[in-house]
């Protein structure tokens, strides 16, 4: 069964940037839909972007036009790209893939956005 393991997670200050990685075990090529969500702190997890059928990408309305998915089938990656961070986008990400109906979750990667 596919794993994945997200990185690239930190501390960064207001308007800065950060680049997250979520690496899976095996071929992502059959992947239906990639993507991340994130939690806040004493939230409910919650949709952030993904791409479904390799080519239709969506994002929640609080990253658009800051965030960017994109996924790399050659690396048997996918990738989050995160400008103007505010500390609203404080909280754990997760990395998903569904792959033949099964969903596969990563453990997260803090992100914590503050002066």
């Known amino acids: 069964q596919v794993q994945v393991v997200e990185s690239g997670g930190g501390l960064v200050q207001p308007g800065g940037s950060l680049r997250l990685s979520c690496a899976a075990s095996?071929?992502?090529?059959?992947?239906?839909?990639m993507g991340w969500s994130r939690q806040a702190p004493g939230k409910e997890r919650e949709f952030v972007a993904g791409?479904?059928?390799?080519?239709?990408?969506k994002y929640a309305d609080s990253v658009k036009g800051r965030f960017t998915v994109s996924g790399d089938n050659a690396k048997n990656a996918v990738y989050l790209q995160m400008n103007s961070l505010t500390p609203e986008d404080t909280g754990v990400y997760y990395c998903?893939?569904?792959?033949?109906?099964?969903?596969?979750w990563g453990q997260g990667t803090q992100v914590t956005v503050s002066s």
């Open positions: 998903k893939l569904v792959i033949r109906g099964h969903e596969v």
């Open positions: 791409v479904y059928s390799g080519r239709n990408v």
């Open positions: 095996r071929s992502i090529y059959s992947a239906t839909a």
